[in-house]
Each structure stands twice: as C-alpha cells, then as structure tokens.
C-alpha cells in the first residue's frame, strides 16, 4: 500500500509548480487539469459550481450540462493528485484532494504549503504590525513578503482570473516594498533604499518615485553621473512604452541633483519627504511626528 506524502508544495510565483516530498509532477496530460488546480487553489474548501468552472477555464465556449470537458480534467486531476498521496490518510498528514460536491467541486486543502498563500500572511500579518506602531515586526513581515515573492503570480496563464490575482499581489508586493524603502530611509541606510528601489522597479518599471529616491540617495553621495543615468533611465522607458514624460517633479529634482544642491548634505526623512513630494501629497514616505 502506498504511503501517504509528508509534505505537498505547490509554487505559483514565477512558474508553476506541484511538488509530493520535494519530486515535482513532471507531466500534466494535455487538457485542463492543471487550470482547473490553479483555479481552485484560490478557493480552498469552496463549493465551486461547474458554471462558474466552464465560464472560467472555457471563456466564450457554449456548453450544455451534457458537456464532458469538465469531467476529464476533474478525472485527470483526481489522478495527478492521488497517486502520489496514497490511501492511507493520517489526520496529520497534509491533504490535497478534489472531491465532487452537489453542484460543483471542492478542493479540500490540509497543511500543503502553498507560496502566494505564504506570502499573503506575511503581508496581512506586516500590516497589523503596521497598524499598532510596531514598525520592527512590520518591517520584518514584509521582508519575509518580498523574499517569498520569486516572480509574478501564474505569469504563463492569460485567464482574466489569473490576470486579476497576479495584479492583486503585486500591488501588494509595491506596498511592502514602500515601507521597507521607508524603513531604510528613516535609518539613513543608503545601500538599502538602493536594494528595495531596485525591487520596486523590477516590478513596476515605471515606479518614478522610485527613480526620484534613486536620484536623490546618488546626488547625495556625489554620483552625480548615477543620477544622470537613472534619470535617462526613467525618461526613456516613459517615453517608450508609455509615450509621456516624467513628471514636473522628477524633472525638478533632477536638475537640482545634477547641480550638484544636494552633494554631501546630510538627508533626513523630512527633505526625503520634502523633495519627492513638494506639493504636500502623499508619498511612500510617512514623516514621523
């Protein structure tokens, strides 16, 4: 008798993968099994009616309850997830089932690690820290946030409803990113607003507050050629890709910075404040009372 899986993996972030003790499944038969998984993952222990699955993994396809597109990728799915798990079901054991339930289906989801899950702990968890001034805890979450964060969310499925989550989690990403870039501000920590900046971009390439802490953390250490190339940098990709160009603010502290204004002067977070948002709004940075 097959003996059960002591731990059950499943990585969203940046590729897609179903892992049983660490040996990924290496082939998934053509079809909508693994749709149908990813699609329930974010619906754990929820009746999901088969309309709602048809409108989902077959857009803009007619079906009638006769329809056996369904069946066969419940059946194959059913087979993928079974195999490997066994008969025999501990109750400490992790669970990772499909089971048919009146109107639809329910994927019974016990113990299995699952990475965007993981992540949206770290970020619900951060943000209560956040909330009662508990800026140490905050900034560990989050950092714990962005390390599990490996890629966008099912970056190869083209569904609306993957395309509404992977957006979803990346706002979130942009948020954690904000208060660690914060964090590093408020402790006049250089090479970390550099780190997270850097992160931010990779995830939203025209993030110009961003460009502007660049820019201000290289005028500040006379780099001036840096700030030079960061600028070129933000106008070019806004120029390309979004056909405008950077904003009033970000000219502004550009030619200041290249004047060299901010050279060798000490920057706490009230000019950091001051500088990208001269106007008064509201900014990534929070200056403390």
């Known amino acids: 008798m097959a003996t059960r899986s002591s ?54 396809v007619p079906w009638s309850g006769g329809s056996s597109s369904l069946k066969v990728a419940a ?16 109750a400490e ?18 113990g299995v690690e699952v990475d965007f899950e993981t992540f949206i702990h770290h970020v619900d968890t951060a943000h ?12 560990r ?14 970056p190869d499925v083209a569904y609306e409803w993957a395309a509404a989550h992977r957006e979803w989690l990346r706002s979130r990403l942009l948020c954690a990113l904000a208060f660690l870039t914060e ?21 939203e ?17 006379g780099q001036l050629t840096q700030v030079r190339r960061w600028y070129g940098l933000c106008a070019h990709r806004l120029r390309d890709h979004l056909q405008t160009a950077p904003d009033p603010t970000t000219q502004r502290l550009y030619a200041r910075a290249i004047g060299g204004e901010f050279t060798g002067h000490p920057i706490d ?11 008064g709004h509201a900014s990534l940075l929070r200056t403390p009372a």
């Open 205 to 221: 390439p025209f993030h110009e507050e961003a460009y502007r802490l660049l820019m201000l953390v290289h005028a500040h250490l």
């Open 141 to 154: 979450h989050y950092r714990q946030a962005a390390w599990a964060y490996h890629g966008d969310f099912l």
């Open 128 to 139: 209560a820290a956040q909330l009662r001034n508990d800026r140490a805890a905050a900034a």
């Open 7 to 60: 731990r059950i993996s499943v990585s969203t972030f940046g590729t897609f993968e179903l892992a049983f003790d660490d040996r990924p499944v290496q082939r998934w038969q053509a079809g909508k099994a693994r749709n149908l998984l990813q699609f329930l993952l974010l619906r754990p222990g929820r009746i999901v009616s088969r309309d709602m699955l048809y409108e989902s993994l077959w857009p803009g």
């Open 93 to 110: 054991a992790p669970t990772l089932r499909l089971l048919t339930r009146g109107p639809g289906y329910l994927l019974e989801v016990e």
């Open 269 to 279: 977070a009230r000019v950091w404040q001051r500088e990208l948002h001269p106007t």
């Open 75 to 90: 059946h194959m799915l059913r087979n993928v997830l079974e195999q490997p798990q066994g008969e025999r079901r501990p």
């Open 183 to 203: 964090t590093t501000i408020l402790r006049r920590d250089h090479v970390g607003v550099i780190r997270w900046c850097q992160r931010m971009l990779e995830v």
